[in-house]
């Protein structure tokens, strides 16, 4: 739970410890991939419940974490740029039509900040798993609200071609 999440990870640690020694080739890395993104996916979930900036906190400790043990996993990439996405979106669902006009730049620079970092960990997913749907309408989405028509465009064709498929 979101409260003792501490004793899933000293249990987690015991359970490497143990069939590391127990299993010869126990995969190891994979294990502890799977362990953090579902530890991450559970504090995400939290986090888009509640808007609880400590399960924010938590949410990019373990997707750092799973990118720290492999940078080139094509799924911790894309849940820490659909992270960053969802966040943004959430600004702009959030501004009322009545919002002054300081106050609308304020939030806009905001959201674009927010688009801005899910941009690399998107296009490095998308290099790593250029087929993946859900990883190209991504990267349609994050260039359409960064105002990049020609890529957001670029990758709706890619999107419809592998729609077509």
Same mark, same amino acid.
């Given at each position: 739970?979101?409260? +003792?999440?501490?004793? @899933? ?5 015991? =359970?490497?410890?143990? =069939? ?7 995969? /190891?890395? &994979? ?16 986090? /888009?419940?509640?808007?609880? #900036?400590?399960?924010?906190? $938590?949410?990019?400790?373990?997707? +750092?974490?799973? *990118? ?5 996993? !094509? ?9 960053? =996405?969802?966040? &943004? ?11 002054? *006009?300081?106050? $609308?730049?304020?939030? #806009?620079?905001? !959201?674009?900040? *927010? ?10 997913? =998308? ?24 890529? @957001? +465009?670029?990758?709706?064709?890619? *999107?419809?071609?592998? +729609?077509?498929?």
């Amino acid at each position: 739970d979101s409260l +003792n999440y501490q004793t @899933s990870i000293w249990c987690f640690n015991k =359970y490497l410890s143990i =069939y590391k020694s127990v299993e010869v080739g126990f995969d /190891e890395k &994979g294990k502890s991939m799977e362990y953090y993104l579902s530890l991450s996916y559970y504090f995400q979930e939290i986090f /888009e419940q509640n808007a609880s #900036q400590n399960a924010l906190i $938590l949410t990019k400790q373990f997707l +750092n974490k799973s *990118l720290e043990i492999n940078p080139n996993s !094509a799924m911790a990439n894309k849940n820490m740029a659909v992270l960053y =996405y969802n966040i &943004g979106v959430n600004i702009i669902k959030k501004m009322d039509y009545d919002v002054d *006009l300081e106050q $609308l730049y304020v939030l #806009q620079e905001e !959201a674009s900040k *927010l688009f801005k970092q899910a941009e690399p960990f998107m296009s490095k997913a =998308y290099q790593l798993s250029p087929k993946d749907k859900t990883i190209v309408e991504g990267m349609q989405g994050i260039y359409y609200q960064l105002n990049d028509t020609e890529k @957001s +465009n670029e990758f709706k064709k890619k *999107l419809e071609a592998l +729609n077509a498929q």
